[in-house]
């Protein structure tokens, strides 16, 4: 399975730079930790990580939404509801058309479906 990545900052809206935190990201809807990764390789990585000193992070995870939670010293903490790391991977060898795409509301992953005739 694809390992996605996102990265981000944590910024001080007071200061405008960066502001070291605690990130935890979730299974969404849920208080599940989810299962994260420091490459595309898939090493692992500790849930919940911190930030490095001027509020930078990044993770990899499995395609799928996510709830990225922000805390820390003098951080009212907040969350990020629904994030999506989606996997836009190749269609079957062809010319097909997208028919739709969409995320699994059980599984959490995103789903492409493709006419069946190639054009």
Not at 66 to 72: A, H, K, N, Q, R
Request: proline letters at 5%; a negative charge; aromatic letters at 10%.
């Amino acid at each position: 399975m694809a390992k996605i990545g996102y990265h981000s900052s944590v910024i001080d809206a007071t200061s405008g730079g960066g502001r070291e935190a605690t990130i935890t990201v979730y299974d969404m809807g849920t208080s599940n930790l989810a299962t994260m990764y420091a490459n595309v390789s898939g090493s692992s990585k500790s849930n919940p990580f911190n930030t490095d000193s001027i509020g930078r992070f990044s993770f990899f995870a499995n395609s799928g939404i996510y709830d990225i939670e922000v805390s820390g010293v003098g951080i009212t903490t907040y969350k990020l509801e629904g994030v999506p790391l989606l996997d836009f991977s190749t269609p079957p060898s062809g010319k097909y058309k997208v028919k739709n795409i969409y995320v699994d509301p059980n599984s959490g992953k995103q789903i492409t479906e493709y006419d069946d005739t190639p054009s």
